[in-house]
């Protein structure tokens, strides 16, 4: 396999939200630029979103102005609605991204509207951000199974899917929210999404609850995704997804796609300072295996 995969860096985000403290403003900065430092191109940096219900996003503002804007850096802020795009905007993201959930019941309790509602303001945001100059993409949240409704249907998530490409996203991700879903269930979703819906960016998002991520991540790359989501350390949930726990681990991601020959354009040394450095700023230890077992063993003297 000679080809390469985007990182999509998201635990500034998805990682942060979940921590029972608030990391504060200026570590969440170097935390980011330890992450831009390592080679990653393309962060989910924070959400706009009501601060009441998301307390550790509330400084969204501050975490954007305090980032060295880069041309060939992608800062993306997560909005719900129509108010979480014109802070981006404002903040200066020049990505947004917004979620859609396949399940009515979760769109819901995660948006307070349908999803029908929910995919009805993205096609908005989609359009406002094009008209704005900021790059639209999209996730279809709980695409491999509901906490409250269970089974959902591919065929439901594959209609969901182009429904919102008609908002022409730069991509669209599909999102296991609650890390229930296995690798033959995210080769046909993706092999069906690539069928429908021809030449579209597809992006895949794991958690490793059940400790299915990685597997997960590589029948996406076997499908054809373009890019895929993990956080440094592994570190992550979802407030609103019962038991979620983190995200895919950015480090063991990067070292399993760097040996097999799938470039990353990420520096894996740098990746594992920066766990390191994210464990000792949490006090705790973060899931991630390669923080654990260290990279590709290096021969402990160098023949002369
Ligand atoms: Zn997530």
């Given at each position: 396999?000679?080809?390469?995969i985007?990182?999509?860096?998201?635990?500034?985000?998805?990682?942060?939200?979940?921590?029972?403290?608030?990391?504060?403003?200026?570590t969440?900065?170097?935390?980011?630029?330890?992450?831009?430092?390592?080679?990653?191109?393309r962060?989910?940096?924070?959400?706009?979103?009501?601060?009441?219900?998301?307390?550790?996003?509330?400084?969204?503002?501050?975490?954007?102005a305090?980032?060295?804007?880069?041309?060939?850096?992608w800062?993306?802020?997560?909005?719900?609605?129509?108010?979480?795009?014109?802070?981006?905007?404002a903040?200066?993201?020049?990505?947004?991204?917004?979620?859609?959930?396949?399940?009515?019941?979760?769109?819901?309790?995660?948006?307070?509207?349908?999803?029908?509602?929910?995919?009805?303001?993205?096609?908005?945001?989609?359009?406002?951000?094009?008209a704005?100059?900021?790059?639209?993409?999209?996730?279809?949240?709980?695409?491999?199974?509901?906490?409250?409704?269970?089974?959902?249907?591919?065929?439901?998530?594959?209609?969901?899917?182009?429904?919102?490409?008609?908002?022409?996203?730069?991509?669209?991700?599909?999102?296991?929210?609650?890390?229930?879903?296995?690798?033959?269930?995210?080769?046909?979703?993706i092999?069906?999404?690539?069928?429908?819906?021809?030449?579209?960016?597809?992006?895949?998002?794991?958690?490793?609850?059940?400790?299915?991520?990685?597997?997960?991540?590589?029948?996406?790359?076997?499908?054809?995704?373009?890019?895929?989501?993990?956080?440094?350390?592994?570190?992550?949930?979802?407030?609103?997804?019962?038991?979620?726990?983190?995200?895919?681990?950015?480090?063991?991601?990067?070292?399993?796609?760097?040996?097999?020959?799938?470039?990353?354009?990420?520096?894996?040394?740098?990746?594992?300072?920066?766990?390191?450095?994210?464990?000792?700023?949490?006090?705790r230890?973060?899931?991630?295996?390669?923080?654990?077992?260290?990279?590709?063993?290096k021969?402990?003297?160098?023949?002369?």
């Amino acid at each position: 396999m000679t080809r390469s995969i985007e990182i999509v860096e998201v635990g500034p985000r998805d990682g942060l939200q979940s921590e029972p403290g608030v990391m504060p403003t200026a570590t969440k900065i170097e935390f980011v630029e330890r992450l831009v430092a390592a080679g990653i191109k393309r962060l989910e940096v924070t959400s706009f979103v009501n601060p009441k219900k998301v307390p550790q996003m509330a400084d969204a503002e501050q975490v954007l102005a305090g980032l060295k804007k880069r041309s060939d850096v992608w800062y993306v802020g997560l909005v719900l609605n129509q108010k979480g795009f014109d802070r981006a905007v404002a903040a200066g993201c020049n990505e947004i991204g917004m979620a859609v959930v396949a399940s009515e019941t979760f769109n819901r309790r995660n948006q307070g509207v349908g999803t029908d509602d929910s995919i009805a303001a993205w096609l908005e945001i989609a359009k406002a951000a094009h008209a704005a100059g900021v790059r639209p993409q999209v996730t279809v949240s709980a695409a491999f199974g509901c906490p409250f409704e269970g089974e959902i249907a591919v065929e439901r998530v594959v209609e969901i899917a182009r429904r919102v490409a008609e908002g022409n996203p730069h991509e669209i991700a599909f999102a296991d929210t609650i890390g229930v879903g296995v690798p033959s269930q995210v080769s046909e979703l993706i092999g069906r999404a690539r069928a429908a819906l021809p030449g579209m960016r597809l992006r895949a998002h794991f958690h490793n609850t059940r400790n299915t991520g990685l597997a997960n991540a590589y029948a996406a790359v076997e499908a054809g995704v373009s890019a895929l989501d993990s956080s440094a350390g592994g570190i992550g949930g979802c407030p609103f997804a019962p038991a979620a726990t983190g995200n895919i681990p950015t480090e063991d991601l990067v070292y399993m796609l760097e040996r097999m020959g799938v470039r990353t354009g990420v520096n894996l040394d740098a990746l594992i300072a920066t766990g390191e450095w994210l464990q000792g700023t949490l006090g705790r230890p973060i899931p991630s295996m390669l923080l654990k077992a260290g990279s590709f063993p290096k021969p402990a003297t160098q023949a002369a």
